[in-house]
């Protein structure tokens, strides 16, 4: 999708396409034209590659920049802008003339091929792996760890348990799928024989995500060595905060010596709906429980999981 503007100085009449309002989410000729809209939606992070009034009104645009812009529905896309100014005889700026481009799927396609060597070095360095698990229960594993592995990575991805040494395996698998059944937090440890010969001990956590609408959507892991882990935490981010229930919120609380009108202070929600949430009547996904547990760790509590499944609440 593209879109161009103009913007006569002398005038100042601003002129959009209907492509142009449609790129920023907008309804054509719905809205007026206007730079400082424009500016509003634009990412805060991404303004400052947009010239200001000032620099517009001297003639001093970028001819080429890439911003994303946030569009009134919440989405985001990324836009190539395109910039020219229009000079009189005498050298004065009298008009801007711009074009925009969506290169939003070109720019996630650059993102996930970085991201992909990125986590490739990372397990064939230090055999360490976030994945994701599909409803399908297939497993996204980066290509190096068939290589690692020495099994076809197709393989891998239908069945990881084929990876761990047979006397572990059965076990693993079946701890394992009962907890992914259940749709539960899952940790658990086994041994696996590398394609050189050597045994590793790896530690392996799974937990369940859901959308803010409670929707099962699948699960995220983490894989690494024993000796060398990875925190769960860092690694699997807001997923792993599902895992927190009722139980682990009022021991939190009882480790700060609080009551729930101070968690629903600290986190900004209502009494109700923290004891909703400490009754486990709030689902999973929901976003209060992500700024309750977000409150509880800004008050320097740690969930920490442990090597029997089970998540520990810690303070300091």
Wanted: charged share 25%.
């Amino acid at each position: 999708m593209s879109g161009a503007w103009s913007w006569v100085l002398t005038g100042g009449e601003q002129i959009w396409s209907p492509g142009f309002f449609r790129l920023l989410g907008l309804v054509p000729n719905a809205a007026k034209a206007d730079y400082d809209l424009l500016l509003s939606l634009v990412h805060p992070e991404d303004r400052h590659r947009l010239p200001s009034l000032g620099e517009i009104r001297q003639g001093h645009v970028p001819p080429e920049t890439t911003v994303r812009v946030i569009r009134p529905n919440g989405t985001v896309r990324v836009l190539s802008l395109i910039m020219e100014a229009r000079f009189s005889g005498e050298g004065r700026p009298v008009a801007i003339n711009g074009s925009a481009l969506d290169i939003t799927d070109r720019e996630q396609l650059s993102l996930m091929r970085k991201e992909r060597r990125r986590r490739g070095a990372l397990y064939l360095t230090e055999h360490i792996a976030v994945f994701s698990v599909g409803l399908d229960l297939r497993r996204e594993f980066p290509f190096e760890m068939a290589q690692i592995h020495g099994l076809p990575h197709e393989e891998i991805c239908l069945n990881p348990y084929t990876m761990i040494v047979p006397e572990e395996r059965h076990a693993f698998q079946d701890a394992a799928l009962t907890q992914i059944e259940r749709r539960e937090f899952f940790q658990g440890t086994a041994h696996e024989r590398l394609a050189n010969g050597e045994l590793w001990h790896f530690k392996i956590i799974t937990v369940p995500v859901r959308d803010p609408d409670g929707t099962y959507l699948g699960r995220c892991g983490l894989k690494c060595p024993v000796q060398n882990p990875m925190p769960a935490s860092l690694a699997l981010g807001e997923a792993l905060d599902q895992a927190v229930t009722g139980h682990h919120l009022r021991a939190a609380r009882a480790l700060l010596d609080w009551s729930m009108m101070d968690l629903a202070r600290a986190s900004g929600m209502s009494h109700s709906t923290v004891r909703r949430l400490e009754e486990d009547s709030e689902h999973r996904g929901s976003r209060s429980r992500r700024q309750a547990v977000a409150a509880l760790r800004r008050a320097g509590i740690r969930f920490i999981p442990m090597d029997d499944g089970t998540l520990a609440v810690a303070k300091g």
